[in-house]
């Protein structure tokens, strides 16, 4: 037992660390020290990958999975949570509720995350999955004397709760099926046993749980409420992390259970005309949306499609570039929202033309935001281009160019709504100059995200090659 | 496979059936003489005492909340209680950090002034 908690170390830490942060807010009751020590608990995270990179195996039984595609999940998380900390504080004092749970439920929530991305077993998904959610169920109502994060935080809970259980009944018919719950073993059950319609049913199911999880359409419509209703830094943890681990929770199922399906073109044109959908509404909503937690929220489905067309893709390239994707959107969001909370001021001056002549009032806030704005539309040389590239790349290779054609045309058109905030910024004259909440931490946070969203855009060699590596090893 | 299901499907019509049946002939043959005493809430033979939508402290639901995690507590143990000797000494240490994060809670509980009413 000792060994297995050495093997999942990010998520023994985690705990542990969760332990001393509830104590010290019950004891010393301090937000700021809570914050600070949330930090250095995900930055322990991220020391413990880097410096005790689990080996591949199984840990408890064959209840997690270890090795290299867990390290990379469980980065991503940890990135994400230490980011939106970073981003945080200002924010919430001045909408004050600058409360040290608000910490320490995010970092509950990142300990779900992990769970879902080392899992070998539908049963920890499902505990990972109920983890997280439920602590981002209550990130959503933090303003709570605010209206629209009420209906937020109830809206998300309520349609989540049932997406939950439409998760928890593909498991039980999973089980019916084929009689195991580990995926390594319903794996092998179908090779044995094939696959019957009660599986196909509680797979169907299964990934209606995911595809809520990432706002896939048709499941998105809780999307745009909750991440305009929540707390700005909470829809950025929301948006990234969240995200980045059901994804990679849907990465760990199907490549498993993929290699025992007779007839992988069913699941491959499912996820393709999934990913169409999704691509297609996300884009098309978001141009008419003039606010831009709003906006935001559709180019969030909109890369939930992008992600996806990864997912249909189904092979090693087509999963490592959703890899990829998730840990270069969790920087260029969390950085777009950290911008909006700089500025924001009790939901007001959230729209675009609130950031007219930002460029001449705060020079380096509009060029952060730029380049944001760029790596979200996917241009050149920023980070979000390469991950494009890739799961675009990865369609292509799996004969689903047509897939990757929409990807690129609606990538076209999301251009206009992202540089659309561009120009107001850049091209218009000031109006009353909005006041920047700026702090030391928050600052440079930002700016070190752009400078690696710049590098992961000019070198993604080496993120892309751990990516691979990844997948090459998990799949094995 | 699915003849198994035949006898359940079986059931389930003849209840609805049956329900549907029972309450239209009851309502289309038995006579309908109201007063108010027959059509106020039906409360265990007592009398009706005001509305059932009263407001509530919101601290009644923070206890109600600490009684089902304490509960929980005492639900996992009964069966590990029966099974002892058989978990050995992994599943006393697994029970004893189980206690001990809700302890945790707990604290935080007490601390936070969750367990007082003024």
Known sequence: ?476 | MIEAYLPIFAMIVIAIVLGVLLLTLGRLLGPKRSNSEKMSTYESGIEPVGTAKARISVKYYLVAMFFIIFDIEVIFMYPWAVNLREFGVSGLVSMITFALLLLVGYFYILKKGGLEWN
Not at chain 1, 235 to 259: D, E, Q, R
Not at chain 1, 426 to 445: I, K, L, W, Y
Request: glycine share 8%.
């Open chain 1, 1 to 476: 037992m000792l060994n297995d908690l050495l093997l999942t170390l990010p998520i023994t830490i985690a705990t542990v660390w969760v332990l001393v942060l509830i104590l010290c807010e019950a004891f010393v009751h301090n937000a700021n020290l809570t914050r600070w020590l949330t930090a250095i608990g995900f930055a322990g995270i991220i020391a413990s990958i880097f410096l005790i990179p689990s080996p591949e195996g199984y840990a408890y039984g064959t209840m997690l999975r270890t090795g290299t595609f867990t390290n990379f999940s469980n980065f991503i998380f940890a990135v994400s949570g230490l980011l939106v900390v970073s981003i945080s504080d200002k924010y919430l004092e001045e909408e004050e509720i600058n409360f040290g749970e608000y910490y320490i439920i995010l970092f509950i929530s990142t300990i779900g995350m992990m769970l879902m991305g080392s899992a070998a077993n539908l049963s920890v998904i499902f505990i990972g999955l109920e983890t997280m959610s439920v602590a981002l169920y209550t990130l959503a109502g933090m303003l709570r004397k605010d209206v629209r994060s009420n209906e937020a935080a109830m809206k998300y809970f309520l349609l989540g709760s049932f997406a939950t259980g439409f998760f928890l009944y593909g498991i039980a018919l999973i089980y019916g099926a084929t009689g195991e719950l580990a995926l390594p073993r319903i794996a092998a059950s179908l090779q044995t046993n094939g696959v019957s319609t009660l599986f196909w049913i509680g797979l169907s199911l299964l990934m209606i749980g995911f595809l809520f999880k990432v706002s896939a359409v048709p499941f998105h419509q809780w999307t745009p409420d909750v991440y305009e209703g929540s707390p700005t830094t909470a829809a950025a943890f929301m948006s990234t992390g969240s995200k980045a681990a059901a994804f990679s929770s849907l990465i760990i199922v199907l490549s498993n259970i993929s290699i025992a399906l007779p007839n992988n073109a069913v699941l491959q044109t499912a996820f393709a005309y999934i990913a169409v959908a999704t691509m297609a509404v996300g884009n098309i909503t978001a141009l008419t949306q003039d606010n831009l937690k709003r906006m935001l929220a559709y180019s969030s489905i909109a890369h939930a499609g992008y992600m996806l067309v990864g997912i249909a893709a189904g092979s090693n390239e087509g999963y490592s570039g959703v890899l990829y994707y998730a840990l270069i959107y969790t920087l260029m969001n969390v950085g777009a929202f950290g911008v909006i909370a700089v500025l924001e001021r009790h939901r007001t001056l959230t729209n675009a033309s609130d950031y007219a002549g930002l460029f001449k009032q705060h020079p380096l806030l509009a060029g952060l935001m730029a380049v944001f704005m760029f790596s979200l539309a996917g241009l050149p040389p920023f980070g979000g281009f390469v991950g494009k590239y890739k799961v675009f790349a990865a369609a292509v290779e799996a004969d689903l160019t047509w897939l990757a054609i929409v990807g690129v045309l609606a990538s076209v058109v999301s251009v206009y709504y992202y540089l659309r905030v561009v120009i107001f910024m850049f091209m218009r004259d000031p109006e009353p100059a909005p006041q920047a909440n700026a702090n030391a931490t928050g600052s440079f946070a930002l700016v070190a995200i752009a400078v690696i969203v710049f590098l992961m855009g000019i070198f993604p060699t080496e993120v892309l090659k751990l990516a691979d590596n990844a997948m090459k090893v998990a799949l094995k």
